[in-house]
């Protein structure tokens, strides 16, 4: 066993841990980074091949290997789910997103509130947890702005200190300045989704994504190959924490990736410090880091699943559970798709950045009236691909429409007609939170190292979820329509309860230590040297944009916290 | 990778390296143009039409994994899937029964039994109902035999059920129809070419973005074919 001493052990650099390790090295701390995945050059991504990357999902957990389960209820039996979107390398999620790169509105950090203001108390379904951020967005703001800065968005501001500017997102929270690059180009069914959506009075916009429009801190700009979302970016474009954060982090001499380490513990002493961690190497060497500072910071799974795996005598319901609400209050966006094709026409939606290409804000969050409609909250509405990748794989998933079989001559001749013509739409619509959304550690499912597979819990199948799933698949077939397409239809959604995209909570922020698990900063209540950073402290989804940025933000945010604050007094809660 | 596979595999790259550098015809469905047996009429028998190509070389090889009885009947199920007809090629001229065999003996080994166990289903289904294996059954029967298989009502079924099993066939067709040709199936594009698809292009400009016509400039893109020309 080798035993290793630093200031920081971060677990998982990707979207979060990627900025702390730069951040955190630049400011002098020794940092040791941890990654189960291995270290990819851009040259790596050179193939586009749609059934390794894609259909095979070759940037992402192995199933296998790491297998996470899901039932629909406690008196259900567990199955390994299929597949997951994380990353699975250096950089995480990152190297392989559609880099969607949203700012939360300013009320969604206050949902509760607002809710309760506009609609009263008794719209909020009583068996959700829905609460308030215990941050504010004018607090985030300086940090969003950081990250888009510092990773490259492509976009154009809606509202420009107050001013609302017309071509962006007018419904967006007020931004300091404009985005670091203009818009990417817009393919051909953004041009019909932008002139449908107007057509009924919404207001359409370029989505903003973290991928250079322009060459930008010697990357060279986007070449709109459609291999995007699944894929690797063959020029660096894309705006990854491995061609961003991490050489930021080997370039300040402070910082040391170890590839191929899965961590398995961490390790506590009992005044309620850690100490550090201990993780399988290559070849399953079995070895310890003692650190003064653990940043735990994969994927919502293995964040939870940790602190579970590092019970002690003293801790017996896990690290940073005093709570009690450690794995629980879990979301997902549910996708709700509708598709248009054209008889006259060409789309080729195989080009470009494939995924939510061209965005309305319209019916995402309370940007709308609620009142009479059964649900509260909403979704980002837009246009792109088949699970947002262009290639032919991902088209043979989509449904035909009604009346056209799945095989035969009859659907040969569709998919060839329908394949360069079509558009894809999906409604990404926020789930509440429901603290009976749990994960926890399954009984009977381990993985490759022995240890148990984080279990799911999960079912979206609630009626104010359904209620909304339901309006907003109409307003993308009403929007198909005013496209001009004569073929629009919806698909069906997911009959099961499982979780779509985007998992969240788990080790949920919050002010009060009794109903948390950490501080606005990640930092654990029980252990005030061990912050959880990642969409796993997301106390809600706040809308129904992907949820990288803000990650990223309050990632930059922990960091000044962490440099600034914490190392003057460390081991003091923040 | 046997000796075997290996040279099957250099075969098939060979012929992807022609089709991307040599082929002219536009890329559009309407302009495919090849020399196709044309379907089998639906009631006569299908099989033979399938086994021709499945022994004749690489539009359909297998011998990674599949028996020859085995070859005859995924063969002939891909193809009512994806039928080809003249100037649309199907399963077997893409080499769908060539890129699930090498799939079976590579990376879907976990599913090699299902695979086993769904063609032994699928064959008691086809004795209980017609008398004969899936593969001797004329086109008109194979195709009813499929529909039943997808609405799940064979009862010769147990594991894999029938409309995994479908599922299952349904997507690999899908996955031998359109991924590179490097993996043993979409022989000459053939899948490419029938939707459209211009492969593995590394961009796009403003103009072709700007385009609401078919894109079709040449040449189709193939990795392998692609990694030789960087080379060169």
Redesign the interface.
């Known amino acids: 066993m080798a035993t290793e001493k630093t200031d920081v052990v971060i677990v998982g650099v990707g979207a979060a841990g990627g900025i702390l390790a730069a951040e955190l090295g630049k400011a002098g701390m020794k940092v040791i980074g941890l990654e189960r995945g291995p270290r990819f050059k851009t040259a790596d991504f050179e193939p586009h091949d749609e059934l390794r990357y894609f259909q095979r999902q070759d940037l992402r957990p192995n199933m296998k290997r790491d297998p996470v389960t899901w039932r629909p209820n406690v008196n259900a039996r567990a199955n390994t789910m299929p597949s997951l979107n994380n990353g699975n390398q250096a950089g995480g999620g990152t190297v392989h997103y559609g880099s969607l790169s949203w700012r939360l509105h300013e009320d969604d950090f206050r949902v509760r509130t607002k809710t309760i203001e506009r609609y009263g108390e008794q719209a909020i379904p009583p068996d959700s947890s829905l609460v308030d951020w215990p941050v504010s967005y004018a607090e985030l703001e300086p940090f969003y702005d950081k990250a888009e800065y510092e990773l490259g968005v492509s976009g154009k501001a809606g509202n420009l200190q107050g001013n609302k500017i017309e071509g962006g997102n007018i419904f967006e929270a007020p931004r300091k300045r404009e985005y670091p690059l203009p818009p990417l180009l817009v393919d051909q069914s953004a041009v019909l989704f932008e002139a449908g959506a107007k057509k009924i009075g919404c207001h359409p916009f370029s989505s903003p994504r973290a991928i250079i429009s322009q060459p930008y801190q010697d990357r060279p700009g986007c070449t709109y190959c459609g291999f995007c979302q699944a894929f690797g970016c063959h020029v660096g474009a894309k705006s990854s924490i491995l061609v961003t954060k991490l050489p930021e982090a080997d370039a300040t001499g402070n910082f040391k990736l170890i590839t191929g380490a899965m961590c398995y513990r961490v390790n506590s002493d009992n005044t309620g410090r850690v100490t550090g961690v201990s993780y399988y190497g290559p070849g399953r060497s079995d070895n310890t880091i003692e650190a003064d500072l653990v940043i735990v910071a994969p994927f919502i799974y293995d964040n939870t699943r940790l602190m579970l795996l590092s019970k002690t005598e003293k801790f017996p319901n896990g690290l940073a559970n005093s709570s009690g609400h450690l794995g629980k209050h879990i979301m997902a966006h549910m996708m709700a798709s509708v598709f248009v094709t054209f008889d006259d026409r060409y789309i080729n939606n195989f080009m470009g950045p494939s995924a939510q290409k061209h965005t309305i804000d319209d019916f995402n969050a309370d940007n709308f009236d609620h009142s009479g409609l059964g649900f509260i909250r909403g979704a980002q509405l837009s246009i792109g691909t088949p699970n947002l990748e262009g290639g032919p794989i991902a088209a043979s998933t989509v449904p035909p429409p009604p009346g056209t079989p799945r095989w035969g001559a009859a659907y040969r001749d569709f998919f060839a007609k329908a394949y360069a013509r079509h558009g894809a739409m999906v409604a990404q619509t926020e789930n509440l939170p429901y603290p009976d959304q749990t994960i926890d550690l399954d009984p009977n499912v381990r993985d490759a190292w022995g240890m148990p597979a984080p279990r799911v819990t999960y079912d979206w199948r609630r009626p104010n979820e359904r209620a909304r799933v339901e309006f907003v698949q109409k307003k993308l077939v009403e929007i198909g329509r005013a496209m001009g397409g004569p073929h629009v239809w919806p698909a069906p959604v997911s009959p099961a309860g499982a979780p779509g995209a985007h998992h969240e909570g788990g080790t949920r922020m919050g002010s009060d230590p009794k109903d948390s698990v950490v501080n606005k900063y990640g930092q654990t209540w029980d252990h005030p040297n061990l912050f959880l950073i990642g969409s796993s402290t997301f106390p809600t989804m706040g809308t129904g944009f992907n949820p990288t940025l803000t990650i990223q933000a309050l990632a930059y945010m922990s960091a000044d916290a962490i440099v600034n604050r914490y190392r003057k007094n460390p081991g003091a809660l923040l | 990778m046997t000796k075997h596979d290996e040279s099957r595999r250099a075969f098939l790259v060979g012929g992807a390296i022609g089709a991307g550098a040599a082929a002219s015809a536009a890329l559009v469905?309407e302009a495919f143009a090849k020399s196709h047996k044309h379907?089998a009429a639906m009631d006569a028998p299908a099989a033979n039409h399938g086994a021709d190509h499945a022994m004749s070389g690489m539009s359909g090889g297998h011998g990674a994994f599949f028996n020859d009885d085995d070859s005859r009947t995924i063969t002939a199920f891909t193809e009512?899937?994806?039928?080809g007809?003249p100037g649309?090629p199907?399963a077997t001229d893409a080499g769908v029964l060539n890129y699930i065999d090498l799939a079976l003996s590579g990376?879907y080994e976990?599913q090699q039994d299902f695979y086993r166990r769904g063609v032994a289903q699928l064959d008691a289904h086809c004795s209980q109902t017609y008398g004969k294996p899936f593969r001797s059954l004329t086109a008109a029967q194979q195709?009813e035999t499929?529909a039943v298989i997808?609405q799940g009502k064979a009862p010769a079924f147990a594991w894999p059920t029938a409309q995994a099993f479908f599922d299952t066939v349904?997507?690999h067709t899908?996955?031998g129809?359109?991924?590179?040709p490097?993996?043993g199936g979409n022989t000459n594009f053939a899948?490419?070419r029938?939707?459209?698809?211009?492969?593995?292009?590394?961009?796009?400009?403003?103009e072709?973005?700007?385009?609401?016509?078919?894109?079709t400039r040449e040449p189709i893109i193939g990795?392998q074919s692609r990694a030789k020309r960087k080379e060169g």
């Open positions: 469905p379907d009512r899937l994806m039928p007809a649309k199907g990376a976990d195709d499929i997808e349904r997507t899908m996955e129809m359109f991924a590179d490097i993996y899948g490419w029938l939707v459209g698809f211009p492969g593995a292009q590394m961009q796009f400009t403003q072709d973005m700007q385009s609401k016509r078919a894109f990795l």
